[in-house]
């Protein structure tokens, strides 16, 4: 049993439902910084949802399955993507500038580049894992 | 050399030299304590009242060899007490595609609703639900009953009625069938006195003892089950000179206990109860029988506090019997045979981290009979690490 995904990248404000699959109770928490829940033991078929008004990584755990942990990057700004399966990404509409770019593989951050944008223009950063 | 001897070189040498990887697990909690008691003549009482620090340290190490195959053991070690081995077994899941698993080796007994609440981290409490604790007048080795001493009542060295985590050597078959549950076990000692702590772990009843569990979840979050135990519970050797029991042989004497629990789960409410018939069958048909009963209710009010609070009781028959006297010959008694106890405990706990939880207990307990109700109530505070 494991979260799907493992990693979340979503947009501050956003509400997220963790639905139960498995044919077993489960408990979902997290006591992180940006947000502190216990959603309580609820069977398959149910979902509890949650919203993430802070900014930041929540770490996200199973009460009952110690094992099962999952990470929420709540961002501040929509600039960010989920690679394809052949892990091919595209972040559209940045303003030129220069920023500080993360890659997240599995549940941890991997490795975090600074990258410089240009206007009306593409930028290529490649990450191998 | 023929084409099957061939064949069978062949195989032992690919037995040989083919690797068996594991897939090897650890994990455990350690507990940092503080206990401070009432100074009353009890069993309850710990080192004689004064305040005193403890600590409980639990190994959890596991190897999976393949999809089907398992060693599961527990290692447990207090302050006052040697490295023991609560569990060590060899676990063979859905034997033949049967759906049935097998555990052999010293494994936990299913008896009861105890489950993972053995440990600190899953146990709400400081302490276990009385009737795994409370320690009763009924010796196992000696077979006297010392009814007749007050201050033997309260102390306790007896066997207990649940002997605390039950653990015992034996063998256990289990499985599950839509949604009921079963499990039966053949152990070397018995409900209230395990095998656990024999001498060599060698088996020292005149008999196995045999554990059946059977258990319905109707729904997700409801789980009803009854377990029945039967065995012999007293060393298997005759009764000395100052026994009531002497030139008997108290080794075929069986204890018959039942119990039916209930598990009840919504949302950030647990409920769980249990209650208790025992008979430990005794000198010449005597029964000394108990009654015992446990609920608990735990409540998680934030994502780091949580609030529970247990009450649990056991009741003790009457008897008329011979018992040892003061002057350790038989001698006429009748009457409970045991102080009728109660406990209630309030607990509540803080998780400081994700693996790091803060527990703050009150035990209030309570003895009727004989021995009067002494001053015994325990203060717990425990901190808890999970690795």
Partial sequence: MVFRPLVLPILLGTTVDFPNSDPLFHNVFSLSEAKEFDLGKYPKGERRSVRFDQAGVVSVYCEIHSYMFASILVLQNPYFAVPDQNGNYEIDGVPAGTYSLSFWYGRKKAESRTVSVSANQSTTVNFQY | ?387
């Fill in chain 2, 1 to 387: 050399m023929s084409t099957r001897l061939f064949l069978r070189l062949l195989g032992t040498t690919a037995l040989v030299v083919t690797p068996v990887l594991a897939q090897f697990r650890v994990s455990g909690q350690a507990t940092a304590e503080f206990v401070k008691s009432e100074n009353g003549v009890s069993q309850y009482t710990i080192d004689e009242g004064r305040s005193t620090f403890a600590w409980r340290w639990d190994l959890f190490a596991d190897a999976a060899v393949s999809d089907h195959v398992a060693l599961l053991s527990n290692v447990r070690m207090l302050q006052d007490q040697v490295l023991h081995i609560d569990r060590l077994s060899i676990r063979v899941s859905d034997v033949a595609s049967s759906g049935i698993s097998v555990e052999a080796g010293q494994v936990d007994i299913p008896f009861g609703n105890l489950g993972d609440r053995r440990f600190p981290q899953q146990n709400p409490f400081f302490d276990l639900p009385l009737m795994n604790e409370h320690i009763t007048t009924l010796c196992k080795t000696d077979y006297r009953l010392w009814v007749l001493f007050p201050g033997f009542a309260v102390s306790g060295n007896g066997v207990r009625l649940l002997d605390q985590g039950l653990y015992d050597l034996g063998i256990k078959a289990y499985g599950t069938a839509g949604i009921f549950g079963y499990e039966v076990a053949l152990i070397n000692g018995m409900i209230s006195v395990t095998g656990t702590y024999s001498p060599n772990g060698m088996n020292v009843s005149g008999g196995l003892g045999k554990v059946l569990r059977l258990s319905v979840t109707p729904t997700m979050g409801l789980t009803l089950g009854f377990s029945y135990a039967f065995g012999p519970f007293m060393k298997d050797q005759y009764a000395d000179s100052g026994s009531a029991l002497f030139g008997e042989h108290p080794g075929d004497y069986p204890q018959q206990i039942a119990s039916g629990d209930v598990d009840v789960e919504i949302g950030h409410l647990s409920v769980r109860g249990i209650g208790v018939y025992n008979r430990w069958q005794y000198m010449g048909g005597q029964n000394l029988d108990a009654i015992s009963y446990s609920a608990e209710a735990q409540y998680t009010l934030t994502p780091r506090i949580y609030a529970a609070a247990r009450v649990g009781g056991i009741q003790f028959s009457t008897i008329n019997a011979l018992v040892t006297s003061y002057n350790f010959r038989p001698a006429p008694f009748s009457g409970r045979w045991d102080d009728n106890v109660t406990r209630v405990e309030l607990a509540a706990g803080y998780r400081i981290e994700r693996n790091l939880l803060f527990k703050l207990c009150y035990e209030i307990n309570n003895s009727y009979g004989i021995s009067g109700n002494p001053m015994d109530n325990v203060l717990g505070i425990q901190t808890v690490l999970t690795f």
